[in-house]
């Protein structure tokens, strides 16, 4: 039995000091570092990650370091501070003497340290993913694929996830967000914070992990979109574009990122739910909760699955072909819509909501070399697999073979003691059935598309009692015909909005009231110790800007926060420009606002306003 490490709410990342293998030095290097429980980087190391390490990771953080995909070291807990690698050390890197460490805790040594095998995980945390830093954000596989194997330990994010999911519906209330304010007040930076919170249940460390989560999960629990003037729905949700096949020109139906990020959503909303009492009998339901694994541990049939999967699907190949399964009730079906080139479509029951499996699953079931505890829509896995099976019976026994190990519990009697006990992981997995993963689609400049025509009936839909989940779930036929349409209630919004923008008159009335609308406006309490007094100079430039016209056209905080970008580049690059935007190049007025604001400006002939006066720049 694996033992449990408490994360108690802590983030663990990877650490990987590969660099040092590819020579003896190197290699020397590494075992001082590893005797002394140091943890190095590069201070430079690309894509943020040297600052990852120094500012994102916290003391009483959780790392688990490997000698690039060669060797574990252990996971440790960090206790300090970085610091410059001391001179001594730093001297023996030939290439450079950047080189920081953190001192750690080893917290567990692994039972194994050799992880080629894992070569082909590619992951940015696993050993052989391309990152040196990395947060560790997907638990459930990274407990299955080095925490369990290599060190005999289930780590746990948090002792009480009832909490954080109370925190999670405290601090989101409603899963359409729109984050408004002037230009430069931190919109799109706070876009990924909130993703991080809603994909991980809890506040971001820094910056720099929320960074780092948006691209390990975009394109998987996390999509990003611009709008613009000329999107439209066939971008966001579904519609029909040309190509040519043969040199014919034809229309495919294409899938908008809306409808991509949705289906992965409702798949995985659908997999953590139970069936509907009223349309399956009680007997189905109570299948859901004693039926057995489906082991990788079954040795899997002797009848290639190409030949049987065939089998099983030649009926769709007749027109208006549906294939019927049998369930455990007598006198209960489901029907097998459909087949392409990746997934099996059904339908829950007679009259339920259709859902997809892959077939690659569905392969390694058949195989025996993936497991799965049915759950929801995962207890008709386990009839397709079962169909298979029997066929691949029929081709044994007409061939004189053995027949095959019962694999599932499906008939009323004692077959799951057939089975062997669910490992660990698996028990797990069951464990946290009942809690989907969040997705969340970023919509940057919301308000710059036409809202009424790039959502359509989905705006009906966002509202969350209306949501797959919700109280009064809402299906629609989309355009293209697809039938029961529905956004799930664990697929969040988050959208941001410029107040100084023209195109603010095109938000929709409708989407102002299905979202949420969090303010973001100039902060001044990020100016401690930077230089030029930029602070002080900023607040009272955005008086005057309230003055003249209101707090929506007011400068953001962004533009200042660099402290080797002087005033003066500031006021010439970013702000003077805006301000003639503002003011529609009313030059005199624009002039007039800044001396009032006590910034000095002087007009020259050539560019217009510029910072500072005309004397200061002979």
Request: glycine letters at 8%; one cysteine or more.
């Amino acid at each position: 039995m694996n033992e449990l490490l408490q994360l108690n709410g802590r983030p663990i990342y990877k650490i990987s000091m590969g660099r040092f293998n590819s020579t003896a030095p190197g290699r020397k290097l590494l075992t001082e570092f590893r005797k002394r429980d140091w943890l190095v980087v590069d201070k430079f190391c690309p894509d943020n990650q040297g600052e990852l390490f120094m500012t994102g990771i916290q003391t009483g953080d959780y790392v688990y370091a490997c000698a690039g995909s060669l060797q574990l070291w252990g996971i440790y807990r960090v206790q300090s501070d970085w610091a410059d690698l001391p001179a001594d050390l730093a001297d023996q890197i030939t290439d450079s003497k950047n080189w920081i460490y953190r001192q750690a805790e080893l917290i567990a040594a692994p039972i194994r340290e050799d992880v080629t095998s894992l070569s082909k995980q590619l992951s940015w945390w696993a050993p052989s993913g391309y990152r040196t830093v990395a947060l560790v954000n997907n638990l459930a596989r990274a407990n299955t694929d080095i925490f369990e194997p290599y060190f005999n330990l289930r780590l746990v994010s948090d002792t009480n996830t009832q909490v954080d999911s109370n925190w999670l519906s405290a601090r989101f209330p409603n899963p359409n967000i729109i984050l408004y304010g002037p230009p430069g007040t931190g919109k799109t930076r706070s876009t990924l914070e909130l993703a991080y919170e809603i994909l991980m249940g809890q506040p971001a460390p820094s910056y720099m992990a929320a960074q780092q989560l948006f691209q390990q999960e975009l394109g998987k629990r996390l999509d990003f979109v611009t709008f613009h003037q000329s999107f439209t729905y066939e971008d966001f949700v579904q519609g029909f574009r040309p190509k040519v096949i043969n040199g014919q020109m034809v229309f495919e139906k294409s899938d908008g990122v809306f409808y991509r990020i949705a289906e992965r959503a409702r798949r995985e909303w659908e997999s953590h739910q139970e069936l509907d009492p009223e349309e399956f009998p009680q007997a189905d339901a109570d299948f859901i909760h004693t039926s057995p694994v489906v082991h990788a541990d079954y040795s899997g049939s002797s009848v290639p699955f190409e030949t049987v999967f065939q089998e099983f699907i030649a009926p769709l190949a007749s027109p208006g072909g549906v294939i019927t399964l049998p369930m455990k009730t007598p006198g209960y079906e489901f029907p097998v819509l459909s087949v392409d080139s990746k997934y099996i479509t059904f339908r829950r029951g007679t009259h339920g909501h259709e859902n997809k499996v892959q077939i690659a699953l569905i392969r390694g079931l058949y195989e025996g070399t993936r497991e799965l505890t049915p759950s929801g829509p995962q207890v008709y896995y386990v009839y397709i697999v079962e169909r298979l099976q029997e066929l691949a019976h029929t081709h044994q026994g007409a061939n004189g073979a053995a027949s095959i190990p019962a694999t599932t519990a499906v008939s009323d009697q004692g077959d799951a003691a057939q089975l062997p006990s669910p490992s660990p992981a698996a028990t797990s997995a069951s464990s946290s059935a009942t809690t989907p993963r969040n997705y969340v689609l970023i919509i940057d400049e919301i308000n710059r598309a036409n809202i009424a025509r790039v959502f359509g009936e989905l705006i009906t839909l966002l509202e969350k009692d209306k949501r797959l989940g919700g109280a009064n779930t809402l299906p629609v036929t989309l355009p293209s015909g697809e039938e029961g349409f529905t956004v799930p209630a664990n697929l969040y919004l988050i959208g941001t909005m410029n107040t100084a923008d023209r195109s603010l008159a095109l938000l929709d009335i409708a989407l102002r009231r299905r979202f949420e609308f969090r303010p973001l406006y100039p902060r001044y309490d990020l100016f401690a110790g930077m230089p030029d007094n930029r602070g002080a100079v900023l607040q009272k430039l955005n008086g005057e800007i309230v003055r003249l016209k209101s707090r929506d056209f007011q400068i953001g905080h962004a533009y200042f926060l660099d402290p080797k970008e002087s005033l003066g580049s500031i006021f010439n690059g970013k702000v003077i420009p805006l301000l003639y935007e503002y003011f529609l190049n009313d030059e005199p007025k624009v002039q007039a606002l800044l001396q009032a604001a006590g910034v000095s400006a002087h007009i020259d002939a050539s560019v217009g306003l510029r910072y500072g006066s005309s004397s200061s720049i002979r």
